[in-house]
């Protein structure tokens, strides 16, 4: 692939630092975990649409994904990109179903102090990268992908 390759061995994510305190991982995905690096080239960004869907929710779409077989990329590859956005492909930025793509890195979910269970997203808006987290109870729209990757290429992208 020979492309931009994001270094995630070492990285580590801490929820109650990054969105405040009371915020802890509630599950991680053990094939991201397993995850050391991977190539941007690599990364797809995953759609679980059936034909007349116009909105997914944040769990069905995980369970679709795992479903399908992919590897879903963790707050620890959020956490890179956030940090290095120059490194966010630019084929990223474009329209998806519509609108500006809401791009989730599912292999974390977080518990917030409520309880409620939560992902990270980036998205664009006015030109810049901005990060959230979603509730993941909510139905979203098509736009709203994920960043995964064939599970054939984990063994290449660790």
């Known amino acids: 692939m020979g492309g931009t390759v994001l270094q995630l061995k070492r990285v580590s994510f801490d929820p109650g630092t990054f969105v405040g305190a009371g915020w802890k991982i509630s599950e991680q995905d053990e094939q991201s975990l397993s995850v050391a690096s991977v190539d941007l080239a690599t990364i797809s960004l995953g759609s679980v649409v059936d034909d007349g869907d116009t909105r997914v929710g944040g769990f069905e779409r995980i369970s679709r994904l795992k479903m399908a077989g992919w590897v879903l990329l963790d707050a620890r590859a959020f956490l890179v990109l956030w940090e290095n956005k120059r490194m966010i492909p630019r084929c990223w930025e474009e329209r998806i179903g519509g609108g500006p793509p809401h791009i989730y890195f599912d292999g974390t979910i977080v518990r917030s102090p409520c309880g409620h269970r939560n992902t990270f997203c980036l ?12 509730w993941l109870a909510l139905d ?18 660790s």
Do not use: F, T
Request: hydrophobic content about 45%.
């Open 123 to 134: 998205y664009r808006q006015g030109g810049e990268w901005m990060c959230d987290h979603i």
């Open 140 to 157: 979203l729209p098509v736009n709203h992908v994920s960043a995964v990757i064939k599970a054939s290429l984990l063994a290449k992208a």
